[in-house]
């Protein structure tokens, strides 16, 4: 059963920086897409960024591009997100999810995690 568990967010002042992280569990990752995405109160869930478990591959949404790096060790089945320079509209649950085909879709990724609530501070 794939597991994907997100931890590390928390509030943050703006301008701040923190690293979430998924520790995805279950299957065999390594022709697999991990994504991020994000879902503020009233909002649609939105792609954040993706990378492919050979870290060849990585996508961004234009409005974290320069501020957000996502990486994955996969000796430990893990992908991060490295959030930098965070502003008043990131706020926002952030989700990991599973995708054989990545990309922005959400409809392309099949399992996700149970979110981290990223706050920030003005």
């Known amino acids: 059963q794939v597991q994907l568990v997100e931890s590390g967010g928390g509030l943050v002042q703006a301008g701040g920086s923190l690293r979430l992280s998924c520790a995805a569990s279950g299957r065999t990752f390594s022709n697999y897409f991990m994504g991020w995405f994000r879902q503020a109160p009233g909002e649609e869930r939105e792609f954040v960024a993706c990378?492919?478990?050979?870290?060849?591959?990585?996508s961004y949404a234009d409005s974290v591009k320069g501020r957000f790096t996502i990486s994955r060790d996969n000796a430990k089945n893990t992908v991060y997100l490295q959030m930098n320079t965070l502003k008043p509209e990131d706020p926002a649950v952030y989700y990991c999810?599973?995708?054989?085909?990545?990309?922005?879709?959400?409809?392309?990724?099949?399992?996700w995690g149970q979110g981290t609530q990223v706050t920030v501070s003005s």
């Open positions: 990378i492919h478990w050979n870290g060849a591959l990585r």
């Open positions: 999810a599973t995708s054989r085909s990545g990309a922005s879709m959400i409809s392309k990724y099949d399992y």
